[in-house]
T-cell receptor, first 110, second 117 residues
Framework: DAKTTQPPSMDCAEGRAANLPCNHSTISGNEYVYWYRQIHSQGPQYIIHGLKNNETNEMASLIITEDRKSSTLILPHATLRDTAVYYCIVRYSGNTPLVFGKGTRLSVIA | EPEVTQTPSHQVTQMGQEVILRCVPISNHLYFYWYRQILGQKVEFLVSFYNNEISEKSEIFDDQFSVERPDGSNFTLKIRSTKLEDSAMYFC???????????????FGQGTRLTVV
């Protein structure tokens, strides 16, 4: 079962930042936090991952709390094409299977 | 940008028939996975494969399923005798091999929609 808790849905206005929260209170010290998204029924798309430090790439930023019990994915300027289901996944090591929960359905509204 | 390729994009088969779903992982990746997603449900892990053998499998991956890497590029999922409840999207994924525990992302293909009638 997924070790994370996410809100089932969120709305965001186009052009605004989308902040997607995730709780992972039982995360262990060597588990990473991964974020993926799924647009319609396409294959899940990797967004970003981190261990302890905040991370940023061309798609998003990942903010992990100091106690590592929660994190926030930030899409800085959401567009209509960012409408998708976003999955927060805790994963032990690089090649262990990803365990998907139900994710957060983000709707970006014009 | 390298990508995972799956064929066919859509397959319709009669109940009881065998199907083979094909995947071409990213070329320098050595870990391969199959997942499935029944319409409206979560993405579920089926099996992972490394060094020509199964490294992990879920309860879903029973005796009707098998995986194979028949050559240097393809990775296949065979369902021997399909059932109506096998209708789903099947996703292949691949990731780099790490010689140490560390972080690496898995990349997914666009999926094969299997419809069993």
């Amino acid at each position: 079962d997924a070790k994370t808790t996410q809100p089932p849905s969120m709305d965001c206005a186009e052009g605004r930042a989308a902040n997607l929260p995730c709780n992972h209170s039982t995360i262990s010290g060597n588990e990473y936090v991964y974020w993926y998204r799924q647009i319609h029924s396409q294959g899940p798309q990797y967004i970003i991952h981190g261990l302890k430090n905040n991370e940023t790439n061309e798609m998003a930023s990942l903010i992990i709390t100091e106690d590592r019990k929660s994190s926030t994915l930030i899409l800085p300027h959401a567009t209509l094409r960012d409408t998708a289901v976003y999955y927060c996944i805790v994963r032990y090591s690089g090649n262990t299977p990803l365990v998907f929960g139900k994710g957060t359905r983000l709707s970006v509204i014009a | 940008e390298p990508e995972v390729t799956q064929t066919p994009s859509h397959q319709v088969t009669q109940m009881g028939q065998e199907v083979i779903l094909r995947c071409v992982p990213i070329s320098n990746h050595l870990y391969f996975y199959w997942y499935r997603q029944i319409l409206g449900q979560k993405v579920e892990f089926l099996v992972s494969f490394y060094n020509n053998e199964i490294s992990e499998k879920s309860e879903i991956f029973d005796d009707q399923f098998s995986v194979e890497r028949p050559d240097g590029s393809n990775f296949t999922l065979k369902i021997r005798s399909t059932k109506l409840e096998d209708s789903a999207m099947y996703f292949c994924a691949s990731s780099e091999n790490l010689s140490w525990e560390g972080d690496t992302e898995a990349f997914f293909g666009q999926g094969t929609r299997l419809t069993v009638v």
